[in-house]
């Protein structure tokens, strides 16, 4: 069987979503370098001439999930005339976008991949936070907000949707709802469109 040559990154993102299959299928504990290897038909030492271990694997792979799903929670945000009323009412929220059924979605999402979910849940208010500070700055700028510390908001902004968002006992709909109505009532952002 001739050997097959792939980009460095192609090779790359090849491991990430061959581990995250493995992760979902066996269990992160149960899965091992050799085990990912074999399932890409390769020797273990291409495995570890790009991750030096599982863990440096699963952190990429979350890393890049995190930054997949905050990319598209923001990407609204960047319309720079868009009051910010009309931006809450219309952004996204992590149930709106978590929706997938990849193996990334099964690993953070599973039942039994509760601790897993909350990395990545913080992994992506992490990323998220400085283009929630850059829109309550331009909302400070266009005098639709009065906010001394936008850096403060911002943090509450995002962090303080997981309280919200992890509440089982209420429906997933009413948890975006409430959200989006606090945040336009605690930034004081006039909103004729209630």
Same mark, same amino acid.
């Given at each position: 069987?001739?050997?097959?040559?792939?980009?460095?990154?192609?090779?790359?993102?090849?491991?990430?979503? +061959?581990?995250?299959?493995?992760?979902?299928?066996?269990?992160?504990?149960?899965?091992?370098?050799?085990?990912?290897?074999?399932?890409?038909?390769?020797?273990?030492?291409?495995?570890?001439?790009? !991750?030096?271990?599982?863990?440096?694997?699963?952190?990429?792979?979350?890393?890049?999930?995190?930054?997949?799903?905050?990319?598209?929670?923001?990407?609204?945000?960047?319309?720079?005339?868009?009051?910010?009323?009309?931006?809450?009412?219309?952004?996204? +929220?992590?149930?709106?976008?978590?929706?997938?059924?990849? !193996?990334?979605?099964?690993? #953070?999402?599973?039942?039994?991949?509760?601790?897993?979910?909350?990395?990545?849940?913080?992994?992506? #208010?992490?990323?998220?936070?400085?283009?929630?500070?850059?829109?309550?700055?331009?909302?400070?700028?266009?005098?639709?907000?009065? #906010?001394?510390? +936008?850096?403060?908001?911002?943090? !509450? #902004?995002?962090?303080?949707?997981?309280?919200?968002?992890?509440?089982?006992?209420?429906?997933?709909?009413?948890?975006?709802?409430?959200?989006?109505? !606090?945040?336009?009532?605690?930034?004081?952002?006039?909103?004729?469109?209630?």
């Amino acid at each position: 069987m001739p050997r097959i040559t792939k980009e460095p990154e192609e090779r790359r993102q090849e491991i990430l979503d +061959t581990s995250m299959r493995l992760f979902y299928e066996k269990g992160y504990e149960k899965t091992s370098i050799t085990d990912i290897a074999k399932a890409m038909h390769v020797a273990q030492g291409l495995c570890y001439r790009y !991750f030096a271990s599982k863990e440096e694997i699963f952190d990429t792979a979350l890393e890049q999930y995190a930054e997949s799903l905050a990319a598209q929670m923001t990407k609204g945000m960047k319309d720079k005339e868009v009051p910010l009323a009309q931006l809450i009412r219309e952004m996204p +929220t992590f149930l709106e976008t978590e929706r997938d059924d990849n !193996f990334y979605y099964k690993v #953070c999402h599973g039942q039994e991949n509760w601790k897993i979910h909350q990395q990545m849940s913080m992994k992506v #208010c992490e990323k998220m936070l400085p283009a929630v500070k850059e829109v309550l700055d331009r909302a400070v700028k266009k005098g639709e907000i009065v #906010c001394k510390d +936008t850096q403060t908001a911002a943090s !509450f #902004c995002v962090y303080g949707q997981l309280g919200i968002l992890l509440d089982r006992n209420t429906e997933p709909e009413q948890r975006v709802q409430k959200i989006k109505t !606090f945040l336009i009532e605690m930034l004081g952002v006039s909103d004729n469109k209630k």
